[in-house]
């Protein structure tokens, strides 16, 4: 064999050597590429995740503890029946228990569209809160008790929330008392979501003893509650009061 046949045959060997090597670190850096992007775009969704959290916890934190707190005055105080006394203290009574209704429904809405519920990962604490909103969902929904009265069925639930969601660029908060009561005197069809609530309102204010449907809503309020509170940063235990459970 010639000299300059064997160079030829080596400089082939070579080159083929050169390309499979080639093709194998690209292959390899391609992977690697595909690894560092599925990371950094996990990371994003745990960012936002968290940012979005972050953002709305406080907002439900408070309209949860709004909400848990009219039923507790409603189911272990008397509220209704000493506000249905006289005209203007039972309008005050049925239009601010609706609100405060309503917007624990619209912060929980606006976190359902900043977070899909679907790609939380797998950490505890997503699930726990996907159960703790899902549980409160249940028991409005819920046709087990006596009665239909504050019976919400869940697309209720979700419409009511949309509805007391501000638009624009406030589309991430929800409209105050004022408006709400405004818009329940002049909008008929924003009216009409609230006519079997306020009549179930009406209904609950001469109900001898406290309703079970409001003793496992304010429960499960108050588990919420706990769980986007720990520490008792926003609301100390002297302020952390739970129902009883009838026997």
């Given at each position: ?246 026997r």
């Amino acid at each position: 064999m010639n000299t300059e046949l064997v160079v030829a045959s080596l400089s082939g060997a070579v080159a083929l050597v050169s390309v499979a090597y080639s093709s194998r670190a690209n292959r390899r850096n391609s992977f690697l590429k595909e690894d560092l992007d599925r990371q950094a775009a996990e990371r994003d969704r745990m960012l936002e995740r968290q940012d979005t959290m972050s953002r709305f916890r406080d907002p439900l934190l408070w309209a949860a503890f709004d909400f848990q707190s009219r039923l507790y005055s409603i189911a272990g105080q008397g509220f209704l029946r000493v506000y249905f006394v006289h005209p203007e203290d039972r309008l005050y009574a049925v239009r601010s228990t609706l609100h405060v209704l309503a917007e624990y429904l619209g912060w929980v809405e606006i976190l359902r569209r900043r977070i899909n519920f679907l790609d939380l990962g797998n950490k505890e604490s997503n699930r726990r809160i996907v159960a703790l909103l899902s549980r409160i969902s249940t028991v409005l929904n819920d046709d087990a008790y006596p009665d239909r009265n504050f019976r919400l069925f869940r697309s209720d639930q979700r419409a009511i929330g949309e509805l007391v969601i501000k638009e624009g660029k406030d589309a991430d908060s929800c409209i105050g008392y004022a408006e709400f009561c405004a818009r329940l005197e002049s909008d008929p069809g924003f009216a009409a979501w609230f006519t079997r609530l306020s009549d179930s309102i009406a209904a609950l204010a001469s109900l001898e003893g406290r309703h079970p449907r409001l003793v496992e809503l304010q429960v499960a309020l108050m588990d919420l509650i706990d769980f986007l509170d720990p520490e008792q940063e926003r609301f100390p235990q002297k302020h952390r009061f739970r129902l009883n459970r009838p026997r």
